[in-house]
């Protein structure tokens, strides 16, 4: 068996440019923005990331606030006096006739609804990750964007790193390789593999339904997913371990932490995706999950397997990493080269290194040859405004959420290999495993 060959950096240059135009189209703008104009931007979700997403679009006009908890969406609302405020963000959509971007920075299970409600109104959407809740959403989402012709990002603030250029160009300059095997992580939902926990995962549903806050609206909370009663075991911010809500630690940090993988490697959709985890509960996500995934060779580059570890697991330590210093329990990612190994440490791909800290010291790193960025929300204030491409666009973010949820899909299958058509959208082996490709929507939702 013969390695692949290298990959050189002109090839890598000239297909990521080539890439670069088919994921990223330039947008052509509705109109020609002025040095000091600025967007009307409308928030669905103004409370937790939300008033997060808002500071980082403080050189625009927010002219609108919606959201179901009012006391979780104090702060901003106090911050943004101005604004007009709902409940209902298919009210708010329909009324503010003058809107040029929304902020979709609700739980999980309300993404695409509320995406997809913005976006056929020819809005600008950046919306939160993972994307969407189920994986036929992140599809529709994606078709949406590339049909609406406007400027997308999701939340993915990791893309806009360094790092993520670093790897890039390492790997393209073969400092370790074609790479054959990656192994990716997070603490979550746990600290450092320590309880408290993050939110609750593992635990059945509570039974014992307190009466709903005067602050809360927890019909329109719920929005598409099924009806339960109210506990504060979900909001705020409880939600994500809950299968009907959220998807775990893998689509939290999951989408951060394997974002430079798929970008790095120009991943396409996986083979097959299997699963091993702490006890499988019916309504939440386990502990602790390890996730196995197999994708095919890309050019010029072999087939990899990526490997996702969560809820405190860790991947071995690699016998090059020096004896003073440990995998960083919190997040990271290790790529495994036919030639060398490349530790990235933190979260979204922040600190490359090669190991061990030896060759590190003595790599000639190649010239930054990858456009920098200027900032996360800076680039998708741009793109709205002149149509640069955005790094997080929903064609790169589509694919991926797709790929995370399926993820999820196999941790419901313990152990059982999952071969993926992503054409069809489709498990082919398991056809009991398709169920949870989406779901019912409760009347009164659609996308």
Not at 81 to 94: I, K, N, Q, S
Not at 183 to 208: N, Y
Not at 219 to 248: N, Q, T
Not at 412 to 430: I, M
């Amino acid at each position: 068996m013969h390695d692949a060959p290298p990959l050189t950096r002109r090839a890598f240059l000239q297909r990521s440019t080539l890439a670069a135009a088919a994921t990223f189209p330039v947008i052509a703008p509705a109109h020609v923005w002025g040095a000091n104009d600025r967007l009307n931007v409308a928030a669905i979700g103004a409370g937790g990331r939300g008033a997060d997403d808002l500071d980082g679009f403080k050189t625009e006009n927010i002219v609108a606030l919606c959201d179901v908890d009012a006391r979780n969406a104090a702060a901003s609302f106090a911050k943004h006096p101005g604004a007009a405020r709902y409940r209902d963000f298919r009210v708010m959509l329909e009324k503010e006739k003058g809107l040029d971007a929304v902020i979709v920075a609700t739980p999980d299970h309300t993404h695409a609804v509320a995406t997809l409600a913005a976006l056929k109104r020819g809005k600008h959407v950046y919306c939160e990750k993972p994307l969407t809740r189920t994986v036929f959403e992140a599809r529709q989402v994606a078709r949406a964007a590339r049909e609406a012709g406007v400027a997308t990002q999701m939340g993915n603030q990791g893309m806009a790193f360094e790092g993520n250029r670093l790897i890039k160009e390492w790997l393209a300059d073969g400092a370790i390789g074609p790479v054959r095997e990656v192994h990716v992580w997070s603490d979550r939902p746990t600290h450092r593999g320590k309880l408290p926990l993050w939110w609750p995962q593992g635990i059945e549903r509570p039974q014992d339904p307190p009466p709903v806050p005067d602050t809360l609206d927890w019909d329109l909370w719920l929005g598409p997913a099924p009806w339960r009663p109210y506990h504060p075991a979900y909001v705020p911010f409880r939600w994500r371990g809950w299968w009907d809500f959220g998807s775990g630690g893998l689509g939290d940090m999951g989408i951060h932490n394997l974002a430079p993988v798929f970008d790095a490697l120009q991943l396409g959709p996986p083979l097959s995706v299997h699963a091993s985890s702490t006890p499988v509960f019916p309504e939440t996500v386990p502990h602790a999950c390890l996730v196995h995934y197999e994708f095919g060779a890309r050019s010029d580059q072999p087939p990899v397997k990526v490997h996702w570890y969560d809820g405190g697991l860790l991947p071995a330590r690699p016998e090059e990493l020096e004896p003073d210093r440990d995998l960083d329990p919190e997040d990271g990612i290790l790529f495994v080269g036919d030639r060398g190994k490349m530790l990235v440490e933190g979260w979204g791909g922040e600190r490359p290194r090669l190991l061990p800290e030896s060759r590190n010291k003595e790599y000639r790193r190649p010239a930054k040859s990858l456009p920098r960025s200027i900032g996360h929300y800076e680039e998708f204030i741009q793109a709205c405004k002149t149509g640069s491409p955005t790094a997080a666009d929903f064609r790169f973010a589509g694919p991926l959420t797709e790929a995370v949820l399926l993820g999820m899909v196999a941790v419901r299958f313990g152990g059982q290999r999952l071969e993926w058509d992503p054409v069809n959208l489709k498990v082919t082996n398991e056809p009991e495993a398709n169920k949870y490709l989406h779901y019912e929507y409760r009347p009164g939702w659609a996308l």
